[in-house]
């Protein structure tokens, strides 16, 4: 069951001032980008003024950083006595800042036939499932926004027929061959559910949401459900239901907040790298998963070492997601790939460099995690912040706005949930 926590309009407003004012006070600790040489020197000039917490991240090993990243619980407690804002979080706020690490979800109570939900992979399952526990009664019309194969929508329809109830479902999704693969499975599965191939940010998707009591978004990125909400405010759309999750990807350079309170009062402008810190939260992938994460952040570090040293600059260079088949490559294969998306002296072709620079980005490693960690002390109150911006929003637009987490932060560390119902 959803356990909502933010519920009148008085208590969205009131988090999300605390929020802008706690992020705006920190802003040094956490807008500040460590990925290179000159970024940690700024880093440490900026915690010499915090002593105490500058030698306590200091005597923290590399695995002692990791346990501590991986858990919200000992994040908050590892720094409440440097940042008075962890100490002094509204109690409204404390279980969706902290998620109780002591607290295990139990899976909803939802029959559903294995054969029915084969495919899905563990996690995602698991997701869907407190997800659809967390809506109210059951809506006469769904649109499932940004759908993939529609798992959620297929579970949703088959669930409600389940309680003799009538109701549509319509998933919505780009990608053709993903509509296919969910059509057939729908086919397969018997259930009340249509699929629609659609680009939601074309100029007609607002006919996606004519006749349309729910809409429904799980993990759509940030500006496919940021449209979902603003095009169900202009169609009158009774109820939404949205996780959001990868707050980064949107067209602007620099946040555009929804809220016109939120534009009017903000103390802060945030630009993509800020966005990407919301979503940085990792849950333990197993340790295959954490020893490709530490390989590739060392190759990362060491370019940024050589593009540093061979072209007499400190700008970071970032670089976009790696190709999974390069994981499994070696150090001068990720060379070849950088050196095509960001021309500078060839490192691939100099075995003597790459050495050196693995060497140099293996000791800057660890001072990088610890600066990280300062920042993830912030990660979750950035995505509250972001959240609580699309809740006002709703609320500015006539809705009746909630925020709860729908399932335990480990499951997914995209776990909050944006209800809202049109106020009649
Ligand atoms: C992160 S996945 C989430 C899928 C599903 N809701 C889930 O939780 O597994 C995002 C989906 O959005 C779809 N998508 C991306 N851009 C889109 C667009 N402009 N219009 C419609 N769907 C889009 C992608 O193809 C992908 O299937």
Redesign the pocket.
């Given at each position: 069951m959803s356990n909502i926590v933010l519920s009148s309009q008085q208590d969205l407003h009131h988090a999300w001032r605390w929020l802008d004012q706690s992020l705006a006070t920190g802003r040094k600790d956490w807008q500040s980008y460590s990925f290179s040489r000159a970024g940690i020197a700024a880093q440490q000039h900026h915690l010499a003024s915090q002593p105490a917490l500058q030698a306590a991240l200091t005597r923290l090993t590399e695995e002692e950083v990791e346990d501590i990243d991986a858990n919200p619980a000992k994040l908050a407690q590892f720094f409440a006595p440097y940042l008075p804002c962890i100490e002094q979080a509204p109690t409204l706020l404390a279980v969706l800042l902290v998620p109780d690490e002591a607290a295990v979800d139990s899976p909803p109570v939802m029959p559903l036939p294995f054969w029915l939900t084969n495919g899905i992979q563990g996690r995602?399952l698991e997701q869907i499932r407190h997800f659809i526990a967390a809506l109210p009664t059951p809506a006469r019309s769904s649109l499932e926004w940004?759908?993939?194969k529609g798992?959620?929508g297929r579970l949703l329809a088959f669930h409600n027929a389940q309680q003799n109830v009538v109701t549509s479902v319509v998933s919505?999704?780009?990608?053709a061959e993903?509509c296919t693969a969910g059509m057939a499975l729908a086919k397969r599965h018997d259930v009340n559910q249509r699929f629609v191939q659609?680009?939601?940010?074309a100029d007609d998707a607002h006919r996606l949401l004519q006749g349309v009591q729910q809409g429904l978004?799980?993990?759509?990125?940030g500006g496919?459900h940021q449209r979902l909400i603003t095009l169900a405010a202009q169609q009158g759309t009774a109820e939404l239901h949205i996780a959001p999750?990868c707050y980064h990807l949107h067209n602007a350079a620099c946040y555009q907040p929804m809220s016109a309170m939120v534009r009017a009062e903000s103390l802060m402008q945030l630009t993509r790298a800020d966005l990407k810190l919301a979503v940085q939260g990792q849950v333990t992938g197993g340790q295959r998963v954490g020893r490709l994460r530490r390989q590739e952040v060392t190759w990362r570090l060491a370019w940024q070492l050589w593009h540093e040293q061979s072209n007499q600059t400190t700008e970071y260079q970032p670089l976009p997601a790696l190709p999974k088949q390069l994981l499994s490559a070696d150090f001068s294969a990720f060379c070849v790939w950088a050196e095509q998306l960001k021309p500078t002296p060839r490192l691939s072709d100099s075995p003597t460099a790459q050495v050196e620079m693995l060497e140099q980005a293996e000791q800057l490693y660890l001072e990088i995690k610890r600066a990280d960690l300062l920042r993830h002390a912030y990660r979750r109150m950035l995505e509250l912040w972001l959240v609580l911006d699309r809740a006002l929003y709703l609320t500015e637009q006539g809705y009746e706005a909630h925020i709860s987490s729908f399932c335990h932060y480990q499951l997914t560390p995209r776990n909050i949930l944006i209800s809202a119902h049109l106020k009649t």
């Open positions: 995602k940004c759908a993939g798992h959620l919505a999704e780009l990608q993903l659609q680009d939601v940010l978004a799980l993990h759509a990125c496919l999750c």
